[in-house]
């Protein structure tokens, strides 16, 4: 049956509430909620799920079994993460999100192996969503994995995404941010303004549960 296909990879939904967290208390304010390993145990446990747009603020992640959602575990600490900012109010996360994880979980990206996962901030005014891969120093690999999300997401060739190393987060954003987009020479630069995701453009999913967060 198709909807028994084994991913390439398996995958662990985790959720962090920025509430109940602060520096010192992180990791203890992550929750692992569940594996996946199969086509039909993804949907299993996606049909169920709040989508973002109906969340508080939070963190929903979905990252390779075995890597936990922290740049300082041993298969993130050398990588880094494309970003890019959403629009609230128009359920731009929700469809950027599930567009994303389709396309991990999926294999869509060229180097798939060098995915470590994604984090989607859902915040009160602006939402972000990241996705982190393991080697920041290779340019060419994470260039290209830049060309697939915006692939992914379909986004207009001005909208502005940004990588940033996570080793090097405490250094001047200048230093850190490489820009896919690049303007014409001579011509102004662009902003980085949040992103709306065309409402024609999405994978749909029906559900009739739906599983609530705290």
Known sequence: MSDEIPLRYSWTFWYSNKKQRNRDNFDASMQKMCTVSTVKEFWNVYSFLQRPSELPICDLMLF??????????????????????????????????????????????????????????????????????????????????????????????????????????EQPEDEITLLLFQPERGGPQPEAKPVAIDNERRTTCHTSNQTQFS
């Open 64 to 169: 390779r079994d075995g890597i936990r959602p922290v740049w300082e575990d041993d298969k993130n600490k050398s990588g880094g993460r494309w970003s890019l900012h959403l629009k609230k109010g128009i359920q731009a996360s929700s469809r950027a999100w599930e567009n994303l994880l389709l396309a991990i979980i999926g294999d869509q990206f060229t180097h798939s192996e060098e995915v470590c996962g994604v984090v989607l901030k859902i915040r009160q005014s602006d939402d972000s969503l990241c996705l982190w891969n393991r080697t920041a120093s290779d340019a060419e690999t994470r260039t290209t994995i830049g060309k697939d999300l915006r692939k992914v997401l379909r986004l207009d060739s001005g909208v502005l995404i940004k990588y940033k190393f996570h080793e090097q987060t």
